[in-house]
């Protein structure tokens, strides 16, 4: 086993180049690194470094063990701050915007979690589609988002953004249950060429994924309904005055009216978890780790 403050010290060198100046680096003396190196090779069984000139360098093995305990010690680093967190207090703002399905099925729970367990967080919310909201995040106005990708269309997120997905599920055909391909197990979209078809605004996600998705299949949408929430498309779906591409997340509850058909070719939608950076800070790992607790089975 060898011990952390002579790989440390092995790293250390093989950063700044020399004994003397690992030594400042580490506060110790040079004697004390040098001291440190020499168990390490006895430990290892090998000859870690060589002279190059006034100086040193490392050996092949000591190239070797020096990547090992780079790892090493960046995982003790990241225990370290881990370790620290549980002991910093999640308090203060938390500005969070969404998709309204995915809020409506993640947020309710996920910020009944947030504000028991941490009940200094301040939490506020609004909704809308993620061309809007993108450039709220990348200002600072908001500190997450949950937002969507769709299969046919993947979501391209601006430089500075990291993101985790949350949930990978199904998109439907809705149709009305005295449409004639309602009891079909699936349904390809060149059969609803010439049906009238409920979407969202244009340039939003869903909508560019139900036109592309068409368009595919060698036909042109008739989007006749410009409507934001699934639950109006849906209503409007039982009416029998249109179809819409419905995924899983949206479709509870559901109209006893409306039936739900596998589309070809088939299409799924990815919902994500964005934010700024490629840090996360103790704030969004909460946030995360509620939201993570409220997916529904797909």
Not at 57 to 64: D, Q
Not at 127 to 140: R, S, Y
Not at 179 to 186: D, G, I, K, T
Not at 190 to 217: I, K, N, S
Request: hydrophobic residues 45%; negative net charge; proline residues 7%.
């Amino acid at each position: 086993m060898f011990s952390v403050d002579r790989l440390r010290a092995l790293s250390a060198v093989a950063a700044y180049g020399s004994i003397a100046r690992a030594a400042r680096a580490l506060h110790v003396t040079p004697s004390g690194v040098s001291q440190q190196l020499a168990k390490l090779e006895r430990e290892s069984g090998h000859r870690l470094l060589e002279p190059d000139g006034r100086s040193v360098r490392l050996t092949h093995a000591g190239r070797v063990l020096t990547e090992h305990a780079d790892r090493v010690l960046g995982q003790l680093a990241a225990a370290e701050t881990d370790l620290a967190d549980l002991h910093e207090e999640i308090l203060g703002p938390l500005r969070l915007g969404g998709v309204g399905s995915a809020l409506r099925t993640l947020l309710p729970g996920a910020l009944a979690d947030l504000t028991r367990d941490h009940p200094r967080l301040a939490p506020a919310v609004r909704d809308g589609e993620a061309v809007d909201m993108l450039p709220l995040l990348l200002a600072g106005d908001l500190d997450l988002l949950v937002i969507e990708s769709w299969s046919n269309r993947p979501m391209a997120l601006p430089a500075g953004v990291a993101f985790e997905a949350l949930v990978r599920e199904r998109v439907h055909v809705a149709l009305a249950a005295e449409h004639p391909l309602a009891e079909r197990e699936s349904v390809d979209l060149a059969e609803l060429a010439d049906e009238p078809w409920a979407g969202c605004a244009p340039g939003t996600e869903p909508r560019e994924a139900l036109v592309q998705a068409v368009r595919a299949r060698g036909g042109e949408p008739r989007l006749r309904y410009t409507v934001a929430e699934y639950t109006t498309q849906l209503a409007l779906v039982e009416a029998g005055l249109t179809a819409a591409l419905v995924p899983a997340m949206a479709q509870r509850p559901a109209p006893p009216g409306v039936r739900f058909v596998d589309c070809a070719p088939g299409l799924e939608r990815e919902v994500l978890a964005a934010w700024r950076g490629n840090s996360r800070s103790p704030v969004i790992r909460a946030a995360l780790t509620a939201l993570r607790r409220r997916v529904p089975p797909v």
